[in-house]
């Protein structure tokens, strides 16, 4: 399965968003692999005439990160690179001139390789080999009962992200008025299965962690599923579960 699948290949994405010039934000994967090479380079800005910036713009233009949404032209350019890398610099500790563009996003990663550098860069390095295989796509974290059938790479991927077994329990235990179903089709398992169903139900990150990064979850960024739409969900890249709500009453109608 290809993350990039749903809209067709890198030209005509691109193709898709000439006219709309949306500015598509920097998600954690892409700045853990940016700001690998920014350290490398002493936290020298990464100029766009330079190698390194080429070979960014390469790895991440093809949007592999943000699978379902269309490329502006200019995505992940040699200039958006050096301007990403020149705000980088801004956040850290050393630098003294005017700060440019405060992203929180932008500090946290920084942060982070000053924190623990060694698993910054092998975190860089497991990103880079699955934008190099042009298939990126993040196993969700909780769901344990799918992990089996994905393949073993994908595994790898979430393995090395935080997790919190127990927050699943939390978010079930947490269900209003102890009625569990699904929150976009109001599938029961136990209305449908009895007492074998009884207490069973997906439970869904709405924030990918590529996206955010790792952080502390809140049961307010879960959310109960059923098996098969969480499936529906996950496939072609991850939508949200409004977006996915509004499809189901699409179709229905
Ligand atoms: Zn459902
Ligand atoms: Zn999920």
Same mark, same amino acid.
């Given at each position: 399965?290809?993350?990039?699948?749903?809209?067709?290949?890198?030209?005509?994405?691109?193709?898709?968003?000439?006219?709309?010039?949306?500015?598509?934000?920097?998600?954690? @994967?892409? *700045?853990? %692999?940016?700001?690998?090479?920014? =350290?490398?380079?002493?936290? +020298?800005?990464?100029?766009?005439?330079? $190698?390194?910036?080429?070979?960014?713009?390469?790895?991440?233009?093809?949007?592999?990160?943000?699978?379902?949404?269309?490329?502006?032209?200019?995505?992940?350019?040699?200039?958006?690179?050096?301007?990403?890398?020149?705000?980088?610099?801004?956040?850290?500790?050393?630098?003294?001139?005017?700060?440019?563009?405060?992203?929180?996003?932008?500090?946290?990663?920084?942060?982070?390789?000053?924190?623990?550098?060694?698993?910054?860069?092998?975190?860089?390095?497991?990103?880079?080999?699955?934008?190099?295989?042009?298939?990126?796509?993040?196993? @969700?974290? *909780?769901? %344990?009962?799918?992990?089996?059938? =994905?393949?073993?790479?994908? +595994?790898?991927?979430?393995?090395?992200? $935080?997790?919190?077994?127990?927050?699943?329990?939390?978010?079930?235990?947490?269900?209003?008025?102890?009625?569990?179903?699904?929150?976009?089709?109001?599938?029961?398992?136990?209305?449908?299965?009895?007492?074998?169903?009884?207490?069973?139900?997906?439970?869904?990150?709405?924030?990918?962690?590529?996206?955010?990064?790792?952080?502390?979850?809140?049961?307010?960024?879960?959310?109960?599923?059923?098996?098969?739409?969480?499936?529906?969900?996950?496939?072609?890249?991850?939508?949200?579960?409004?977006?996915?709500?509004?499809?189901?009453?699409?179709?229905?109608?």
């Amino acid at each position: 399965m290809a993350a990039c699948g749903r809209l067709g290949s890198v030209d005509e994405r691109r193709g898709a968003a000439v006219e709309s010039k949306l500015a598509i934000n920097w998600v954690w @994967d892409e *700045l853990v %692999v940016l700001t690998d090479v920014l =350290e490398r380079r002493g936290w +020298r800005e990464i100029r766009s005439t330079s $190698e390194d910036a080429l070979e960014l713009s390469g790895l991440l233009g093809r949007g592999l990160l943000h699978p379902t949404v269309a490329l502006p032209d200019n995505f992940r350019s040699v200039n958006s690179i050096q301007l990403k890398s020149a705000n980088i610099r801004t956040t850290r500790p050393s630098y003294l001139g005017r700060k440019t563009n405060n992203n929180v996003l932008d500090k946290r990663v920084g942060d982070a390789f000053d924190r623990d550098l060694i698993r910054m860069r092998s975190e860089a390095a497991v990103i880079r080999v699955f934008l190099e295989a042009g298939d990126y796509v993040e196993q @969700d974290p *909780l769901d %344990v009962d799918r992990a089996a059938d =994905e393949g073993k790479v994908l +595994r790898t991927l979430s393995v090395r992200r $935080e997790r919190d077994p127990k927050l699943r329990q939390r978010k079930i235990d947490a269900a209003p008025g102890g009625v569990i179903s699904c929150e976009v089709c109001g599938f029961s398992f136990s209305a449908r299965y009895g007492n074998r169903g009884k207490g069973y139900i997906e439970v869904h990150h709405t924030v990918p962690l590529h996206v955010s990064g790792p952080r502390r979850n809140s049961l307010d960024d879960l959310a109960l599923l059923c098996a098969n739409c969480h499936r529906m969900i996950h496939r072609g890249g991850w939508i949200t579960v409004d977006e996915l709500r509004v499809l189901v009453t699409k179709a229905l109608s």
